[in-house]
C-alpha cells in the first residue's frame, strides 16, 4: 500500500516538473535556460574541452616532437598535450562565455576555424570567436537562433532612425539614416526586402519627414503607403521626373547652406531648415534595365546620373536613399557599381547566387558574407546587416502586415509634406501624354 502511494507521488511530481519545465520554456526562456540548459551546457564545454581542443589543434606540448631514447633520436606524436586554460563558462541571457588563455605563439585564428567544433561538442545554436585583448579569445555560445521567435526591443525615438527588428545579440535593430544616410538592400524574391521596407515606412511615417517612392513594378508594394508618401512613382518615366526635380531641389539646397555658411542642412536655423526627404526604391533593376530601344537606353542612363548625383551630394542635405534589389552588380549598368559605392549601410536577406552576398558585403566582411550565404528559404526577414561602428550582425526585421502598413500610412497622412516642385514634375509628364 506504502509503495504504491510512493510511486504515485514521484509520478505527481515528475509531472509537475515536466509541466512546470514546459510552461517555463514556453514562457520565459530565460529562466528555463538559467536552470536546466545552461548546467548542461557547462558541462558539456568543461568535459568536452581537452578532447575538443586536441582534434582541433588547439593543444600543444610542453616536450619537443623529438627525444632521445639512449643515443638515438626518436620522432613522434608528443605525449601529453596540453589543453589551453580556460575560464568557467559564465552564463548570459542568450547563450554563455568561455575566456581562453592562448598557448604562447597562439593566433585567434585556429579558434576561428574550431567555431564548428564547438556548436557541435556544445550542442549549442552557434559560437563567436572574438579577441577582446591579446593572448585571450572570447567564445561567445548561443543556446539555440533567438531570431527564430524574436522578441519586441525597444530603442529611442530619434529623427531620422528607425527601429527595423531584432539583432541576434537581442539588441534593438536600428537603421539611423543621420548615422549612415544611404543604404542597400538585397536579397532574393520573397527573402522580404518589401517587408523591411515597409517596416521603415511605418517607423518614419509619424518623423517630419518627406517620404518619397519608386516602385517600379507598378506600384505594388509602395503603392500601401500612397497616403504617407509626397510622390510615389510607378514607372520608369516617372522615375526619372521624380529624380530630377529632387536633383534641382538639392541645388537649391546647397545654395541655402552655402548662402548661410553651414556645411550640412543641420547647421541652418530651424527656421531655414529643409525637410528631410527619404527616397524608397524598391526593385532597382526596374530602374536599370533596357529594352533595347533607344528611349529606354537613355531613361536608364538618366536614372543611373541622377541616383548617382543625389547620392554623392544629398547626404549632407537631408536627401537619403534606400534602394532595394535582387542584384546590384555590374550586368545592370556601368553606373550600379558607382551608386553602390555610395549606399554605405548594407543588409544582406537570403540570396541566391554567392555573388550578390559578396557584392554587398563583401568589401565590409569576408565573414559577412559567409553568414549571409547560410541563411535559408525558410527565415524570412532574416538578413545580415551593418552596423555603425563597421561591424556587422545577424538580425531579424519585425513583420509588418499589409493593414499594419496601411493603417499607419493612414493615421500619418496629414504629415506628410507637400513637395510642390516635385509634383509639378510628374504633372508635366501626365501633360505630355495628351
Ligand atoms: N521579418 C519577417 N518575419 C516573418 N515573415 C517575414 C518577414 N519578412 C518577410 N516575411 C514573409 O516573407 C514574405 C515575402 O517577403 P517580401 O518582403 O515580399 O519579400 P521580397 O520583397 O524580398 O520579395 C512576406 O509575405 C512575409 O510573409
Ligand atoms: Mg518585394
Redesign the pocket.
Known amino acids: 500500500m506504502n509503495g504504491s502511494i510512493a510511486l504515485a507521488l514521484v509520478l505527481a511530481v515528475l509531472a509537475w516538473v515536466f509541466v512546470v519545465g514546459d510552461l517555463l520554456r514556453r514562457h520565459r526562456p530565460a529562466w528555463h535556460w538559467y536552470l536546466t540548459g545552461y548546467p548542461a551546457t557547462t558541462c558539456r564545454v568543461l568535459f568536452t574541452w581537452r578532447k575538443v581542443a586536441l582534434l582541433n589543434d588547439l593543444s600543444v606540448s610542453r616536450r619537443p616532437p623529438r627525444g632521445l631514447l639512449g643515443d638515438l633520436v626518436v620522432k613522434g606524436d608528443p605525449l601529453r598535450p596540453v589543453a589551453p586554460r580556460i575560464s568557467f563558462p559564465r552564463a548570459t541571457r542568450l547563450g554563455l562565455t568561455v575566456m581562453v588563455r592562448l598557448h604562447a605563439g597562439q593566433t585567434p585564428a585556429t579558434y576561428l576555424k574550431a567555431a564548428d567544433a564547438f556548436v557541435h561538442a556544445w550542442k549549442v545554436h552557434a559560437v563567436r570567436v572574438t579577441s577582446p585583448e591579446r593572448g585571450l579569445v572570447l567564445l561567445t555560445a548561443t543556446a539555440t537562433d533567438p531570431l527564430l521567435r524574436p522578441g519586441l526591443a525597444t530603442a529611442p525615438a530619434a529623427l531620422l532612425s528607425a527601429l527595423v ?1 531584432v539583432l541576434e545579440s537581442g539588441g534593438a535593430w536600428v537603421m539611423d539614416l543621420r548615422l549612415i544616410p544611404h543604404w542597400l538592400i538585397a ?10 521596407l ?1 517596416r521603415l515606412i511605418t517607423q518614419l511615417a509619424p518623423q517630419p519627414v518627406a517620404l518619397i517612392g519608386i516602385d517600379c513594378k507598378g506600384g505594388m ?1 509602395l503603392g500601401l503607403f500612397t497616403s504617407r508618401l509626397s510622390v510615389l512613382a510607378t514607372c520608369r518615366r516617372e522615375a526619372v521626373a521624380i529624380l530630377g526635380a529632387l536633383v534641382v531641389d538639392m541645388q537649391d539646397r546647397m545654395n541655402a547652406c552655402r548662402s548661410a555658411g553651414a556645411r550640412s542642412i543641420w547647421e541652418l536655423p530651424d527656421s531655414l531648415r529643409p525637410v528631410p526627404v527619404v527616397v524608397i526604391v ?1 526593385e532597382i533593376a526596374e530602374l536599370y534595365l533596357s529594352d533595347g530601344r533607344r528611349e529606354s537606353k537613355a531613361e536608364a542612363e538618366q536614372c543611373s546620373v541622377l541616383l548617382l548625383r543625389l547620392a554623392q551630394l544629398g547626404a549632407a542635405l537631408g536627401l537619403h536613399l534606400v534602394v ?1 534589389g535582387q542584384r546590384v552588380g555590374s550586368d545592370l549598368g556601368p553606373g550600379v557599381t558607382a551608386l553602390r559605392a555610395q549606399l554605405g549601410g548594407r543588409i544582406c ?1 537570403r540570396v541566391n547566387d554567392p555573388g550578390t552576398a559578396e557584392m554587398t558585403l563583401g568589401d565590409l566582411n569576408k565573414d559577412a558574407v559567409a553568414v549571409a550565404q547560410s541563411i535559408t528559404a525558410t527565415e ?3 538578413a545580415v546587416c551593418t552596423g555603425p561602428d563597421g561591424g556587422w550582425s545577424r538580425a ?4 509588418t502586415t499589409t493593414e499594419e502598413a496601411i493603417a499607419a500610412a493612414q493615421r500619418h497622412s496629414a504629415l506628410a509634406p507637400e513637395m510642390s516642385a516635385i509634383r509639378r514634375a510628374l504633372a508635366a509628364l501626365e501633360g505630355d501624354d495628351k
Open positions: 527588428g536579397g532574393a524574391t520573397r527573402s522580404g526586402k518589401s517587408t523591411l515597409a508594394e524598391d532595394a536577406h524570412r526577414g532574416v531579424r526585421s519585425h513583420l
